[in-house]
């Protein structure tokens, strides 16, 4: 059974950055495209990013690209998402998730994830 445990979040300012990991246990975890998720008070999970299994490809909502980088070390079953920039508005609990599909392609709905870590908060005061 596949657990994913994300950390590093936490309370920063605006303009600040955080690093945040997200652990995978068991096998094949560079079998799978990953992904993060984040979901703001009050609203809906939104996707944020993905990487594929390979590290070659990624994908980033609009709100986050050039701001946020997605990266994954195989070896280390650990996928990463660099945040920097941040601003009051990605305040949110930030989810990672394993892509159900055994290719990467528009992979931006809740849906095309099968596996879900339990979150961390990140909370960006102005």
């Known amino acids: 059974q596949v657990q994913l445990v994300e950390s590093g979040g936490g309370l920063v300012q605006a303009g600040d950055s955080l690093r945040l990991s997200c652990a995978a246990s068991?096998?094949?975890?560079?079998?799978?495209?990953m992904g993060w998720f984040r979901q703001p008070p009050g609203k809906e999970r939104e996707f944020v990013a993905a990487i594929s299994s390979s590290n070659d490809r990624t994908d980033y909502a609009d709100s986050v690209k050039g701001r946020f980088t997605i990266s994954r070390d195989n070896a280390k079953n650990t996928v990463y998402l660099q945040m920097n920039v941040l601003k009051p508005d990605d305040t949110a609990v930030y989810y990672c998730a394993r892509v159900k599909y055994v290719y990467f392609r528009d992979v931006r709905e809740t849906r095309d994830y099968d596996v879900w870590g339990r979150g961390t908060q990140v909370t960006v005061s102005s």
């Open positions: 068991g096998r094949s975890f560079s079998s799978y495209s």
